[in-house]
């Protein structure tokens, strides 16, 4: 199956860093890519959709200014935590969707679990 | 509104058979998508319905009715290792995906 990786899997910063988390997709062209987030025992939340060349668009309640994304290339999108907060501690998951076996399917990375002190 | 809905929480014992429901209100209807996730990680894809009826994929099955909006995931000869949160997701007409809030399985000896 097609593979999504992500990177880093974990990071630990001072509350009012900037953490930067890349998105790939190695073996496919994501023309869309969509960043989630996951606070324990809590289902995925969709936080911001990212189409290639284009401003990503955000979900209600997510602030553009503080999760910057960038989607340069078919394979490649990032989200930046700008000046982040112990409150932004999560799971950050990126999904890409591409073509496979005929359907459009999403290819979920593996998740970067960020810790805010 | 878009709506899926799931059970929170279900027991079974190792060796049996599971049935997860979930049922769906969405804008348009481009498939439905069911998830395994264990704790701490990202979910991984089981199976897609786009059509009625059942697909079978080893010890995994899942049925789709378009017309009542209602889709199962059958597990069966559960093992330990099934232990984990089922996300049933639909594909709206904007191929967006819609969860539900998964359904924690939990598997006892």
């Known amino acids: 199956g097609a593979v999504v990786s992500q990177h880093p899997s974990w990071v630990i910063c001072k509350s009012g860093t900037s953490v930067k988390i890349e998105c790939r997709s190695l073996?496919?062209?994501?023309?869309?890519m969509f960043w989630y987030r996951q606070f324990p025992k809590q289902s995925l939340m969709l936080m911001a959709t990212?189409?290639?060349?284009?401003?990503?668009?955000?979900e209600q309640g997510v602030e553009k200014d503080k999760f910057l994304i960038n989607h340069a290339s078919l394979t490649l999108s990032t989200l930046t935590v700008t000046s982040a907060h112990p409150e932004d501690s999560s799971f950050y998951i990126c999904?890409?969707?591409?073509?496979?076996?005929?359907?459009?399917?999403?290819?979920f990375g593996p998740g970067t679990r960020l810790t805010v002190l | 509104g878009q709506n899926i809905d799931q059970p929170t929480e279900m027991t079974a014992t190792e060796g049996a058979i599971v049935q997860i429901n979930c049922t769906y209100q969405?804008?348009?209807?481009?498939?439905l998508f069911w998830y395994q996730q264990h704790a701490g990680e990202a979910p991984t894809f089981l199976s897609y319905?786009?059509l009625d009826g059942l697909e079978e994929k080893g010890r995994f099955s899942s049925f789709l009715s378009r017309s009542k909006g209602y889709s199962y995931l059958l597990l069966k000869e559960l093992q330990m290792k099934d232990s984990a949160s089922y996300l049933c997701?639909?594909?709206?007409?904007?191929?967006?995906?819609?969860w539900g809030a998964g359904t924690k399985l939990i598997i006892k000896p």
């Open positions: 990212s189409n290639e060349g284009s401003k990503a668009t955000y």
């Open positions: 073996d496919f062209q994501a023309t869309t």
């Open positions: 999904s890409a969707r591409g073509l496979a076996s005929g359907i459009y399917e999403q290819f």
């Open positions: 319905n786009v």
């Open positions: 969405t804008s348009g209807f481009n498939g």
């Open positions: 997701a639909v594909s709206d007409s904007n191929y967006q995906l819609i």
